[in-house]
């Protein structure tokens, strides 16, 4: 990792503990990983933990005047509020309804004592409006991490939890997700239910565990869907298609994952491992199966395997092509 990244996140965390926030972020570069990251610290604690003072705007739909109105609303009981712009800059160009440098002229002179704004650039070129954005927003650009950086990145993710892991074995882990942060934090994860009590990864742990599962990704994007946390939902969906998992395949995945919860939610059984005897699943995930299954009512469960058996037909049917299947389901899940 570059020494000014380096610099820049012991700034940003700096911030987060002595609750000193600025009003405009710009947070951009290589790292999507650390882009969202930082962006879910400062939001979540921006706002305390009222995750409804959070408006999010995608710059390929946003509209220049539903901007405003959120940017100059009057917050009458004077809690703070945070406004996260995505990819404005991206589709400054072609969204004619954004208006981008009326947006940043606004901000020159932007006085909110409740308002709190974040921009977040997955794609970033250099131009006099975004040297201009710049002039004004507290910017960090995450570059990268170097291997050596990564290696402890992983270590202190696993310490964090009472785990530990060898250089060696986490180097492994990196170099087989391409040194991709995202798809590296959410494989510690699963290692970290696999482990249990245990504290120390061995190899064994990895060889069993370090797969291009689609199943984890499903489970992954069903939970921020369950919690209506849709950004993360459609980054677990890419993740399936870079995995080159087709939306039939994802949807038999789908329908899979509900009959487990459906099973789970009327299974009378207290013993771990008899449980994922039955559901035909791992003992490590019964506990993770059983959380997500408390955010569904059995008939919203039910509701569900229905639609994705109904999904499946039409699709095989000729009666609507495969995608916009798969976007009325995940619809379904989420309302």
Same mark, same amino acid.
């Given at each position: ?13 700096? #911030? ?13 570069? #290589? &790292?999507? +990983?650390? !882009? $969202?990251?930082? %962006?879910?610290?400062?939001?979540? @604690? !921006? ?14 739909? *946003? ?49 909110? $004592?409740?308002?709190? !704004?974040?921009?977040?650039?997955? &794609? ?5 409006? +975004?040297?201009?954005? /710049?002039?004004?927003?507290?910017? @960090? ?29 986490? #180097? ?36 069993? %565990?370090? %797969? ?13 869907? @369950?919690?209506?946390?849709? &950004? ?35 299974? #009378? ?6 449980? @994922? ?15 997500? *299954? ?7 469960? /039910? ?16 009666? !609507? $092509? ?14």
């Amino acid at each position: 990792m570059a020494e000014k990244t380096k610099e820049i996140i012991k700034e940003l965390n700096s #911030q987060l503990l002595k609750k000193d926030f600025k009003k405009i972020y710009l947070f951009y570069g #290589q &790292e999507i +990983f650390l !882009i $969202d990251e930082y %962006t879910k610290r400062f939001s979540h @604690a !921006i706002v305390g933990g009222n995750l409804n003072n959070i408006v999010r705007f995608d710059g390929e739909t *946003a509209n220049y005047n539903d901007i405003i109105n959120e940017m100059f609303s009057i917050s009458f009981d004077l809690e703070p509020r945070v406004l996260i712009f995505k990819n404005f800059f991206k589709y400054a160009s072609t969204n004619s309804s954004l208006n981008l440098s009326s947006i940043i002229d606004n901000l020159k002179n932007f006085k909110s $004592d409740s308002t709190y !704004i974040i921009f977040k650039e997955y &794609e970033t070129k250099e131009n006099k409006l +975004f040297s201009g954005l /710049k002039q004004i927003a507290f910017s @960090a650009e995450f570059v990268q991490p170097s291997m050596p950086d990564l290696v402890k990145w992983v270590q202190n993710v696993m310490s964090k939890e009472g785990k530990t892991i060898s250089d060696n074995m986490a #180097q492994e882990i990196i170099l087989h997700y391409n040194k991709d942060m995202m798809l590296i934090y959410n494989y510690l994860q699963v290692l970290i239910s696999y482990l249990g009590k245990r504290s120390k990864v061995t190899h064994d742990d990895i060889l069993k %565990t370090l %797969t291009d599962n689609p199943q984890d990704h499903i489970f992954q994007m069903l939970d921020a869907f @369950a919690t209506k946390d849709l &950004e993360s939902g459609y980054k677990y969906l890419r993740e399936l298609y870079q995995l080159r998992t087709s939306v039939s395949k994802i949807l038999a995945l789908i329908l899979r994952h509900f009959k487990i919860l459906g099973m789970l939610k009327e299974m #009378q059984e207290t013993n771990k491992k008899q449980i @994922a005897k039955q559901l035909g699943i791992l003992e490590f995930f019964v506990d993770k199966y059983k959380k997500q *299954a408390e955010t569904f009512t059995l008939d919203k469960i /039910k509701t569900i395997i229905q639609k994705t058996i109904e999904c499946e037909y039409m699709i095989k049917r000729g009666q !609507i $092509d495969d995608e916009t299947a798969l976007e009325m389901l995940l619809y379904q899940i989420v309302k």
